[in-house]
């Protein structure tokens, strides 16, 4: 029955892609959604940006943005969220999260990211149509 429930959950996450969604139309997630990374550096500092694509695919569940293995931020669809960070390579990773049909989603994935002084870097985090999470650079 267990297994019954998780792949009814696997198919739920699962099926048709999410669709990008452009910075300029993305909505600024709420500050209660974001944990992490707010205050500018005093010196040097660079910008991650993470857009969630919109769509249903895995839209019941909101995605956890890691950055260096820390929590950051929970992004709905179509949400967005800043970041600010000293020049360096970092790690920015994201995984579905909460408790539910959520917990049983794919295991976080993590991209290098390449932070600049006073650049904005944009990530993009996606799920394909096999329902794998994945986060990776857009322009959008």
């Given at each position: 029955?267990?297994?019954?429930?998780?792949?009814?959950?696997?198919?739920?996450?699962?099926?048709?892609?999410t669709?990008?969604?452009?910075?300029?139309?993305?909505?600024q997630?709420?500050?209660?959604?974001l944990?992490?990374?707010?205050s500018k550096?005093?010196?040097?500092?660079?910008?991650?940006q993470?857009?969630?694509?919109s769509?249903?695919?895995?839209?019941?569940?909101?995605m956890?943005?890691?950055?260096?293995?820390?929590?950051?931020?929970?992004?709905d669809?179509?949400?967005?969220?800043?970041?600010y960070?000293?020049?360096?390579?970092?790690?920015?990773?994201?995984?579905?999260?909460?408790?539910?049909?959520?917990?049983?989603?794919?295991?976080?994935?993590?991209?290098?990211?390449?932070?600049?002084?006073?650049?904005?870097?944009?990530?993009r985090?996606?799920?394909?149509?096999?329902?794998?999470?994945?986060?990776?650079?857009?322009t959008l």
């Amino acid at each position: 029955m267990k297994l019954l429930i998780g792949a009814m959950g696997l198919a739920v996450l699962a099926g048709c892609a999410t669709s990008p969604t452009p910075s300029s139309e993305a909505r600024q997630a709420p500050a209660s959604q974001l944990s992490a990374f707010q205050s500018k550096p005093s010196g040097p500092y660079g910008t991650l940006q993470v857009i969630r694509d919109s769509g249903h695919t895995g839209s019941l569940c909101s995605m956890a943005v890691f950055i260096d293995g820390k929590q950051a931020a929970k992004l709905d669809p179509g949400q967005k969220a800043s970041f600010y960070l000293p020049p360096d390579s970092v790690s920015v990773g994201a995984a579905y999260t909460g408790s539910g049909i959520c917990s049983m989603g794919a295991e976080r994935v993590e991209r290098e990211a390449i932070v600049k002084d006073g650049a904005i870097k944009k990530y993009r985090v996606f799920t394909g149509g096999d329902g794998q999470i994945d986060i990776l650079p857009t322009t959008l």
